[in-house]
């Protein structure tokens, strides 16, 4: 402002300077317009520099707004190079999984071309194999032909085989259908009942063969179709006889249709069956019996024994006194007939009272039997110097007197038939046998059965005496050579039969004998308490 002033007073002067109305010296005048000049430019320059100022500002105020719009634009760049950034990565892990995706594509629609290559090829295999078959098969089509009509024949000569079959049967067979009416039968049922054949097609079943309101038809519906309690059957005359008979259901898939009836008439039989029940009863009396007489007899021939040797030995004693030596070997011989003599009526008795004094059986522990049995023996296994080798034996159920008895026979006879100065080893062993084709055991006796052994290094004998030795009263040597009656062996086979079992002997001459002796090792509840 002041510049502006000093300008205008300077303009003021000069323009006085130049008014004609104040004279001036020329000098005065060169003055006046230098400052005129003077304050114009000063007039001039600061008119110009205060638009210079303005004019800054102004672009101040611009370059203050370019910096701030160039910042802004810095950070709007910094934002756009970063989303630029992220849109970059994503578009990078876009195309990485497109590529990925593309490849597998690739990969499958190769493995997938692949594959129906193969596919196209096996096809095209199978086509050509399907052609060869077609023609195989058109070639073939005339010997197909030729060999069902070959079968049919063979079907039709079957069939007719097996009509044949069953019109020949000796049994009667008849077919019924749901309703219980016969629809097929067999010559052999005509026969038997009495009817023709046209006159039992369609028929009741019951009509023909029950004549009663239940019958047979009324247990046809019984599940097992496998046996009726009806085993009486009628004939046309109303005459009855004895059956046995089975009934099977008859079966299109799996629906049944009917029943096949197989039915044998067995007069026959059971006539045979009361005879040989008659004499069973007899045999069994005559067995009693004659156990009775031997048991009474033995015992009736038990006193006249004691007489004969109560008298030999007063005669002895007579004989001694006068010295007569003939007499004194008369009464020897006698006497000794008559001990031998007692010996076999005792060792009968004991043969006869296996059967008449048998008790129930029980469950036995065999090696507790053969601890009483070889004690028993012990005087004459110290004599003989004998070694006896016993197993582990088994439980069984039977008569432990009787199976006493057995052993001590057959180790008694081990001991005995030995060579001289010999010394016996005798070996016994026991072990179960299990039938598998047997029951249970609670309804199968034979199920599971005991076989002891008995065996020796005797003189031994040959097989073919085997049956003569368990006969009563029967020997393979002298009275001089062993002692003996010849019963213990019939006694063992006695037991065993009583047992339900059975006895046998392996041996050879001077090779020793393995008896074997196999029994049930349990009983039926019948059994037990006979």
Request: net charge neutral; hydrophobic share 40%.
């Amino acid at each position: 402002m002041l510049t502006v002033a000093a300008g205008v007073w300077i303009y003021h002067q000069g323009a006085e300077a130049m008014n004609p109305a104040n004279a001036a010296s020329p000098a005065q005048k060169i003055n006046a317009g230098v400052a005129l000049l003077l304050a114009v430019a000063l007039a001039v320059f600061t008119c110009w520099n205060y638009l210079s100022r303005i004019r800054g500002n102004r672009l101040r105020n611009e370059l203050i707004k370019l910096q701030a719009a160039l910042a802004q634009s810095e950070v709007e760049s910094k934002r756009s190079n970063d989303e630029r950034e992220k849109l970059s990565r994503k578009l990078n892990a876009l195309s990485a999984s497109i590529e990925n995706t593309i490849q597998e594509r690739i990969n499958r629609m190769a493995s997938t071309q692949e594959q129906l290559e193969k596919q196209l090829l096996e096809r095209q295999k199978a086509e050509r194999l399907m052609a060869r078959q077609a023609n195989e098969l058109v070639r073939s089509k005339d010997v197909l032909e030729l060999h069902v009509q070959n079968r049919s024949l063979e079907i039709q000569k079957m069939q007719e085989r097996y009509e044949s079959m069953l019109n020949s049967a000796g049994e009667g067979i008849y077919g019924l259908d749901l309703q219980g009416r016969i629809r097929f039968v067999n010559p052999a049922t005509a026969a038997i009942t009495g009817w023709t054949v046209e006159e039992l097609a369609g028929r009741s079943e019951r009509e023909v063969f029950c004549h009663d309101s239940s019958g047979l038809a009324a247990e046809a519906t019984d599940q097992d179709h496998s046996r009726n309690d009806c085993e009486i059957f009628y004939r046309r005359d109303g005459s009855t006889y004895p059956v046995e008979y089975t009934r099977k259901p008859i079966t299109e898939g799996n629906r049944e249709i009917g029943t096949v009836v197989v039915f044998k008439d067995i007069t026959e039989r059971k006539r045979a069956e009361e005879t040989l029940s008659r004499k069973a009863a007899e045999l069994a009396r005559s067995n009693a019996e004659l156990e009775q007489f031997a048991y009474v007899a033995s015992h009736d021939l038990q006193e006249p024994l004691r007489k004969i040797q109560a008298f030999g030995d007063r005669l002895k004693t007579k004989v001694d006194a006068v010295g007569l030596e003939d007499g004194r070997d008369y009464l020897d011989r006698m006497q000794g007939a008559a001990a031998r003599m007692r010996t076999l009526i005792d060792d009968l008795l004991t043969f006869s009272r296996v059967i008449s004094a048998s008790q129930p059986f029980v469950p036995v522990n065999l090696n507790s039997v053969i601890k009483g049995v070889l004690s028993d023996l012990e005087v004459r296994i110290e004599q003989t110097k004998a070694r006896v080798e016993v197993g582990t034996l088994p439980t069984i159920e039977a008569d432990p007197l009787q199976l006493r008895q057995l052993l001590q026979n057959l180790i008694g006879n081990a001991l005995k038939f030995q060579p001289p100065d010999a010394q016996p080893v005798i070996r016994i062993e026991g072990r179960i046998l299990r039938n598998p084709f047997a029951g249970s055991p609670d309804q199968d006796p034979y199920a599971e059965q005991c076989e002891l052994s008995v065996q020796d290094n005797g003189i031994g004998f040959d097989e073919k005496y085997t049956d003569k030795i368990f006969a009563v009263f029967q020997r393979l040597h002298g009275r001089t050579e062993f002692e003996g009656t010849g019963v213990g062996l019939a006694v063992c086979r006695r037991i065993s039969d009583r047992h339900g079992g059975t006895i046998r002997a392996q041996s050879k001459p001077g090779k020793g004998a393995t008896f074997i002796v196999t029994l049930p090792a349990r009983h039926l509840k019948t059994q037990l308490a006979a």
